[in-house]
Nanobody, 122 residues
Framework: QVQLVESGGGLVQAGGSLRLSCAASGSILGINGMGWYRQAPGKQRELVAAITSGSSANYADSVKGRFTISRDNAKNTVYLQMNSLKPEDTGVYYC????????????????WGQGTQVTVSS
């Protein structure tokens, strides 16, 4: 079994900061790409930021310069530092990861966390 558990969401005023964490646990041989997505009410889930196993990152245009994604491979954890938050950043944030397990199948499988709510008030 593999699980992704997110933490760090909450309510913050516009201009504030939050740091999200997502820890992977279970029978993990290795983790390829990791990412953060968000879903606002009535909208589709969208990619916010992604990071490769070599820590190369890319971001949605709407968060460039404000959000930073990072990872700690020793802890199987990915982070999202969110600064200068805006009301339009409100939504449920999900992490995902392409994980290789010790058991079959040995190709990477994509796993999702349960989501954490981020609310930015104006």
């Amino acid at each position: 079994q593999v699980q992704l558990v997110e933490s760090g969401g909450g309510l913050v005023q516009a201009g504030g900061s939050l740091r999200l964490s997502c820890a992977a646990s279970g029978s993990i041989l290795g983790i390829n790409g990791m990412g953060w997505y968000r879903q606002a009410p009535g909208k589709q889930r969208e990619l916010v930021a992604a990071i490769t196993s070599g820590s190369s990152a890319n971001y949605a245009d709407s968060v460039k310069g404000r959000f930073t994604i990072s990872r700690d491979n020793a802890k199987n954890t990915v982070y999202l530092q969110m600064n200068s938050l805006k009301p339009e950043d409100t939504g449920v944030y999900y992490c995902n990861a392409a994980i290789r397990r010790y058991t079959a199948p040995y190709t990477p499988l994509t796993y999702w966390g349960q989501g954490t709510q981020v609310t930015v008030s104006s």
